[in-house]
C-alpha cells in the first residue's frame, strides 16, 4: 500500500530542526502526512521527568539468559534491587564446570510431550538404549538456529537429534515454561505471600545483532509458553546480551575486575589487579559479548550527569561463539574417521555422542597458551566398537592413516591431542573475534576507548583472553569481569528493575515505508508515474522513519498520520522497509526489503455518538528507541486508543 502525502510533509534538518516542505493535498479519505513528527535526533535536554517516573510495578524482575550452549536465570525483589539472587544449583551437573547454568538441552517424549531440561535432559537421553533413544526428541544449541534462519516465521522448524522436525516456537516455548515453573517455585519458596498474577517482570535476553524477527519470536515464544499474556506486553522486557552486561560492569568495582592489561602470571590468567576506580562520566568503552553461538559487540559512553547509557555505534557481531570450536573439532573427527562414519555414529550411538561431545567441552575449557603438555579426549568404548565394525579396521590405524599432525592414539583409548592441535580448533573463531573488535575500533564514532570487557561464557577461555589482551593491550584496557560467565544474567535483572537506564541507542538499519509524491519531470523516473485524477505521481518512494546507525533516545516517536481510504474502514494494514544504508531513494532499490507491517484496527463509525461524516485521522507513533520497535495510534478526532501491532513474523 502506498501513501499519499497530506498538506505538509516534514524532512529532517541537519539538526534535527522541522523544515516544512510544501507537497500537494492528498485527495480527502486518503492517507496523509502530518506535520506533528518529533525530532528524530536525541533532544539537548534529556525528559529528566521520564526517568523519576520509572518506579516500578512489579514485586520481582526475574530475568532468564536463554543462551546458545547454556541457560540460567537470576532474579530481584524491587524493595532490595541490590541483592540479585542466582538460581539454586542444578542438580546433575559436569566435573570441573561451576553450574550455576544448566546446558541448553531440552528432551521430549517420542509423543512431543516435554520431559527434561538442562542436565536432567541430556543425562537422561544420555541412558536410554539407544534403539529407544532414536524415537525420543532431543534438541541442543537450538538458538543458532534463529540467528541464522533469514526468513524467520511463526512456522519455522527445528531438527531433533534425530533428524524429527518441530515448530521451533513449540521447542522454544517449552525451554521457556521450564524456567517459568522453577523460577515461580523458588520465588514462592522464598516469598508465599507473592501474587501469582501481575507481580513478576520477566527480562528474556538476546543478542543485540539479532533483527526485529528473531526479537519478536522470542517474545511469541514467552507468550506461548505463558510467562505473559499479550495483553500485558509491557510486563516481558526483551534485554540485549552485550547491554545488559554494560549495565553490570559500569556498577563494578575494583575488587570484582581482572585486569588483563597487568603482566600475566605463570597460570595464564591474569592476577586480581584493580582498575584504578569506578568509571567516570564520560568514559567510553567496548563490551565484547563471547557466547556460545555469538559474539557481539556493543559501544557505550557513561552520560553526565544522570550516569545513564548512550550507544555510540550500531550493535555488530556475527555467528563467532565457542561452538565453533566444537564444529573445528567435529571436522577433524570427519577427516581422520570419514564424514558418513561421524554421521553414521551420531544417528546409531547417539548417547555416546554426547558422551564424547562433554568429554571434548571439558578439555576446550583446560585449553590455554602456556600450556604444553597433550590434552587427552577419551573416546567412547562404542566408538571405537563401532568403527571397528563399521570399517573393519581399528581406530589407530585411521589416525596414522589420517596424517593429521599432533594428534595422537594412546593405548588407553584416547585422542592425545598436543597443545598446537588445540590450538588449531581455536583459531578460526579467535581470529574472527579479534578481526570484528578490530574492524570497531576503526570507526571514527568508536574512538578514545578507555576499556575493553570480555564477557560471556566464552570469555573464560584463556585462549580467547590472551589473543585479545595481545592484539588490543596496547590501545585499552581489557577487562574480564570475575563472574564473567553471569555478568549478562545480573544486567538483565538490573536492566529488568530500570528500563530507562539506556537512553540513547542506534538504529541497526534504515526504517520507512512507501510513499507517493508529487511527480516531478527529469528528477523522477518515468516508470514511476502514475496519473490519477488528473495529477501526476511518483509511486514508490521511500519515506524514512529513522536512518541507519542514527541515534534515538529512549521515548522519542516519529509520527505520522493516515486517513483511511473508506470512511466505514475497520482495518489498515501499512507495509514497512528496511534498509542496511542510508541512501535509499525508492521501496525498489537494490537492498530495499519488506521487513514488517504496521495493522491499525479501527473502530466503526457511528459508535458512540461520534459523527459519522468527515475526514478520518490516525496518528500512529513508532519508538525506535528501545530493544524492540514499537507503535502506538489515536485516532486524531475521537482522541481514543487505536489498536496498533506492529508484525515482522509474517513475511
Not at 492517507?31 to 513528527?37: A, N
Not at 515448530?167 to 519458596?189: G, I, N, P, Y
Not at 590434552?375 to 565394525?389: A, G, V
Amino acid at each position: 500500500m502506498l501513501l499519499e502525502p497530506g498538506v505538509q510533509s516534514v524532512r529532517m534538518g541537519a539538526h534535527g530542526e522541522r523544515c516544512p516542505t510544501p507537497s500537494p493535498p492528498g485527495s480527502p479519505g486518503t492517507p496523509h502526512d502530518s506535520c506533528s513528527i518529533a525530532p528524530l535526533t536525541p533532544s539537548q535536554s534529556p525528559r529528566s521527568e521520564a526517568r523519576s517516573q520509572q518506579t516500578s510495578s512489579f514485586a520481582v524482575v526475574v530475568a532468564i539468559d536463554f543462551g546458545t550452549t547454556s541457560s540460567g536465570y537470576a532474579f530481584s525483589f524491587s524493595s532490595d534491587p541490590e541483592a540479585i539472587h542466582m538460581m539454586r544449583k542444578w542438580e546433575g551437573g559436569d566435573p570441573g564446570v561451576a553450574n550455576q547454568k544448566t546446558p541448553t538441552s531440552l528432551l521430549l517424549t517420542p509423543e512431543g510431550i516435554f520431559h527434561s531440561f538442562g542436565y536432567t535432559a541430556r543425562d537422561y537421553y544420555h541412558d536410554l538404549d539407544p534403539e529407544e533413544a532414536r524415537d525420543w526428541l532431543y534438541f541442543e544449541k537450538f538458538k543458532m538456529k534463529i540467528h541464522s534462519t533469514s526468513d524467520l516465521t511463526m512456522k519455522t522448524e527445528l531438527e531433533a537429534v534425530n533428524g524429527k522436525k518441530m515448530q521451533a516456537l513449540e521447542v522454544f516455548a517449552h525451554a521457556l515454561r521450564f524456567f517459568k515453573q522453577h523460577a515461580v517455585q523458588e520465588l514462592k519458596d522464598q516469598c508465599p505471600s507473592l501474587p501469582e498474577r501481575d507481580a513478576i517482570r520477566w527480562v528474556i535476553t538476546v543478542p543485540a545483532i539479532w533483527k526485529q524477527p528473531a526479537k519478536q519470536f522470542m517474545r511469541e515464544a514467552a507468550y506461548k509458553a505463558g510467562l505473559v499474556s499479550p495483553e500485558n506486553p509491557e510486563q516481558l522486557l526483551i534485554a540485549l546480551e552485550p547491554e545488559a552486561a554494560s549495565i553490570y560492569c559500569r556498577k563494578l568495582r575494583l575488587h570484582q575486575l581482572i585486569d588483563l592489561s597487568c603482566k600475566p602470571p605463570a597460570n595464564g590468567l591474569a592476577s586480581d589487579h584493580s582498575i584504578d576506580s569506578s568509571f567516570r562520566q564520560g568514559d567510553r568503552y567496548i563490551v565484547a559479548d563471547c557466547g556460545g553461538g555469538t559474539v557481539d559487540l556493543t559501544v557505550h559512553q557513561i552520560e553526565k550527569p544522570q550516569g545513564t547509557l548512550k550507544e555510540l555505534y550500531k550493535a555488530s557481531g556475527g555467528p563467532y561463539g565457542a561452538v565453533g570450536v566444537d564444529l573445528a573439532f567435529e571436522k577433524l573427527l570427519c577427516h581422520i574417521f570419514g564424514e558418513d562414519f561421524i554421521a553414521t555414529f551420531k544417528a546409531k550411538r547417539p548417547a555416546a555422542w554426547v558422551d564424547l561431545t562433554i568429554a571434548f567441552e571439558a578439555r576446550k575449557r583446560a585449553a590455554a597458551p602456556s600450556r604444553a603438555s597433550p590434552l587427552n579426549i577419551s573416546l567412547p568404548f562404542s566408538f571405537i566398537d563401532f568403527y571397528r565394525k563399521h570399517r573393519g579396521q581399528n581406530v589407530e590405524t585411521a589416525l596414522k592413516k589420517s596424517n593429521v599432525n599432533f594428534v595422537k592414539w594412546s593405548s588407553q583409548g584416547m585422542l592425545r591431542m598436543s597443545s598446537e592441535a588445540m590450538s588449531e580448533l581455536f583459531q578460526p573463531t579467535i581470529s574472527q573475534i579479534i578481526k570484528h573488535i578490530d574492524d570497531l575500533l576503526k570507526k571514527p564514532e568508536v574512538q578514545g576507548i578507555k576499556f575493553l570487557f570480555l564477557v560471556g561464557g566464552f570469555a573464560e577461555s584463556a585462549m580467547l583472553q590472551r589473543a585479545v589482551q595481545a592484539a588490543f593491550g596496547p590501545t585499552c584496557r581489557v577487562i574480564i569481569p570475575q563472574d564473567v560467565g553471569l555478568t549478562i544474567l545480573k544486567g538483565a535483572v538490573l536492566f529488568g528493575l530500570d528500563p530507562t537506564i539506556v537512553r540513547v541507542r542506534r538504529s541497526p538499519l534504515t526504517y520507512g515505508v512507501g510513499v507517493l509524491n508529487k511527480f516531478v519531470e527529469g528528477k523522477h523516473p518515468r516508470e514511476k508515474l502514475l496519473v490519477k485524477e488528473g495529477k501526476n505521481w511518483c509511486t514508490d518512494i521511500f519515506e524514512k522513519f529513522v536512518s541507519v546507525d542514527q541515534s534515538v533516545a529512549l521515548g522519542e516517536v516519529v509520527q505520522r498520520s493516515y486517513c483511511p481510504a473508506r470512511p466505514g474502514q475497520r482495518k489498515t494494514i501499512i507495509n514497512i522497509y528496511c534498509c542496511a544504508t542510508d541512501d535509499v531513494v525508492y521501496i525498489t532499490d537494490p537492498g530495499v526489503r519488506k521487513c514488517g507491517t504496521i495493522s491499525l484496527e479501527l473502530e466503526a463509525l457511528g459508535d458512540a455518538g461520534s459523527p459519522a461524516r468527515g475526514r478520518r485521522e490516525i496518528r500512529a507513533s513508532m519508538q525506535f528507541g528501545d530493544t524492540e520497535i514499537k507503535v502506538t495510534a489515536m485516532d486524531i478526532r475521537t482522541s481514543k486508543t487505536v489498536r496498533a501491532t506492529i508484525d515482522f513474523l509474517s513475511n
